[in-house]
């Protein structure tokens, strides 16, 4: 799979921009501030329908723009689709493959798949329980793009049934309850299913991995930590009885304190350094490990799936020391496509060659060291 053309329209600093892209590695150069983060972040919009910058689509529309459009060719075994995204302020997106509109902009995940590091990733090793549900989920859905309506109806249940409880206190009516309580187990329960089945596949690549970039510090390892009690199975039927079971115990507090306390909405990837956790104790090198880790296995994960995803490495080299640069450069150099963004070209190792195209005040100028000249981009 890869990407062979990027075209954007209002989006983040890009008034137009249109990029050809081949296989193998392109290295986008230039300052802090030109624009070379935002065509990394359109090409993971395209894949995953988010940004790994915000958590809201405003941001990226162009200021004093209505709309952003991002759109992308992808080949895949020998096919050519092309997939065009329009983010519009206070509507609905829209999507469209090959010219023609699809019926829920979710259709369009699984048609190209990425996987990528930037700075942020820090929060994966560092932040709150939620940065590493939501790091779940996105890999899920990168996996198999049906969770993302899973991940939606769960989430839509979530809320109602929480507006619900929050009425308790002033005397609402709470007979519907065991109705929403039936949705939430059934829709959370699959989504569970899916987590547990992902963490099972994903912690072997993973731990390999920060064995190889920090082969002096303790082992790590990855335990989902659940709402449920006992050991989990990967069995919708099973953890939606349990489910059903602990909200019924729970029952009193919720209505008590106007939350839902059962779900994979409070539940936690533990991500460990020998015998205790990371948060809080590993050192910022060892969390720069870990969170590579995760991205690295990530990738081999979809890798085994008989996917080969675009690695997108957003200004990380220069975050890395020269062990963890060299290992993420060897998985780069045998990637079928991968985009790098770097301030300073020499912050790229020298082993990923690949093209080099300059990012400088709206434009982006293939360098001639490539055979086949240059290639210019605009932005107006």
Not at 7 to 14: G, K, L, M
């Amino acid at each position: 799979m890869h990407l062979r053309r990027l075209a954007v329209s209002d989006f983040r600093s890009w008034e137009q921009a249109d990029l050809e892209f081949e296989p193998g590695v392109t290295v986008l150069v230039g300052s802090n501030g030109v624009g070379k983060t935002n065509l990394a972040e359109a090409i993971g919009y395209l894949a995953t329908l988010g940004s790994h910058r915000v958590s809201t689509d405003a941001p990226l529309i162009r200021r004093g723009a209505s709309r952003a459009v991002v759109r992308g060719v992808v080949v895949n075994h020998g096919r050519e689709l092309t997939v065009e995204l329009e983010i519009t302020a206070g509507k609905a997106n829209r999507a469209r493959v090959n010219r023609s509109p699809v019926p829920r902009t979710r259709d369009v995940l699984g048609i190209l798949r990425t996987v990528l590091f930037a700075p942020e990733d820090l929060a994966l090793v560092r932040g709150d329980p939620g940065e590493r549900r939501r790091f779940l989920d996105d890999l899920l859905v990168a996996r198999y793009p049906r969770f993302a309506g899973v991940r939606a109806d769960y989430e839509r249940v979530l809320r109602q049934r929480s507006a619900l409880l929050k009425t308790a206190r002033s005397g609402g009516d709470l007979r519907t309850l065991d109705v929403w309580d039936g949705h939430l187990a059934r829709h959370g329960a699959e989504l569970l299913a899916g987590r547990l089945d992902l963490v099972a596949g994903l912690s072997p690549p993973a731990v390999t991995a920060f064995a190889d970039v920090a082969p002096s510090s303790d082992p790590a390892a990855l335990h989902y930590r659940s709402s449920l009690d006992g050991e989990l199975v990967a069995d919708v039927a099973v953890l939606e009885a349990g489910m059903l079971e602990a909200l019924g115990r729970v029952r009193k507090q919720e209505v008590e304190r106007g939350v839902c306390l059962v779900g994979p909405h409070r539940d936690e990837l533990e991500i460990r350094l020998g015998e205790g956790p990371a948060k809080g104790y590993a050192s910022h090198g060892e969390s720069w490990a870990l969170a590579l880790a995760l991205r690295l296995g990530s990738y081999r994960l979809l890798q085994s799936d008989d996917v080969e995803p675009v690695l997108i490495l957003d200004d990380v080299f220069a975050e890395l020391d020269a062990r963890r640069r060299r290992a993420l450069a060897a998985v780069a150099a045998r990637a079928e496509q991968v985009v790098v963004t770097a301030a300073v070209a020499e912050d790229v190792p020298e082993e990923l060659g690949g093209v080099r195209i300059a990012v400088s005040g709206g434009t982006a100028v293939r360098m001639p060291a490539s055979p086949v000249g240059d290639q210019r981009v605009t932005s107006t």
